[in-house]
């Protein structure tokens, strides 16, 4: 069955969409409950940021998504181009959320501190840098078998 995209409603009537988006809201659901567990004490302002903007931590949204994106695409159009090019950049999303944005993270957290050291030790001002918060392996893994398990269970009838 061939998927047609005719008007802006039928946006929400498509699996891969419907699939996209459910993973990562579920994903950052889940990331938003795992630290409240852990601080136990947030305000809601805090955790509707969590919702909406936090990067790395458990499970992984960018994994969730692009896995939950290339399967929806593999169950609803098959195993063509679509999927191969949907397939590879997956990979390269989850490679950078593991590697260079957790990289990133690590460096800018380690200036910072060189920074505020620098700063009390001369006096001198400081402006700290934004530190990105990639993913370690286990998060991305959690995040991909999020995503498959959205996309088979959006295109459950795409796929018998």
């Known amino acids: 069955m061939e998927i047609q995209s005719h008007s802006f409603v039928s946006l929400f009537s498509n699996p891969i969409f419907l699939s996209g988006t459910l993973s990562i809201f579920l994903a950052q659901v889940i990331k938003a409950l ?3 567990l852990k601080r136990r004490k947030l305000q809601a302002k805090e955790i509707a940021f969590i919702m909406l903007w936090k990067t790395g931590g458990m499970p ?3 994994s969730a998504l ?3 994106l290339s399967a929806s ?11 191969i090019v949907s397939f590879f950049l997956s990979l390269i999303v989850i490679r950078d959320a593991v590697g260079v944005r957790r990289s990133a993270g690590l460096q800018s957290r380690a ?3 060189l920074g505020k050291h620098v700063s009390e030790r001369l006096d001198i001002p400081f402006t700290p840098v934004k530190e990105i918060h990639g993913h370690r392996w286990q998060e991305a893994i959690v995040g991909s078998l999020l995503g498959l398990v959205v996309a088979v269970l959006i295109c459950w009838r795409f796929i018998f």
């Open 60 to 62: 992984s949204s960018h």
């Open 111 to 113: 200036l910072n501190l």
């Open 34 to 36: 795992l630290t409240v």
């Open 66 to 68: 692009v896995v939950s």
């Open 73 to 83: 695409i593999a169950f609803v159009e098959g195993f063509d181009s679509l999927f």
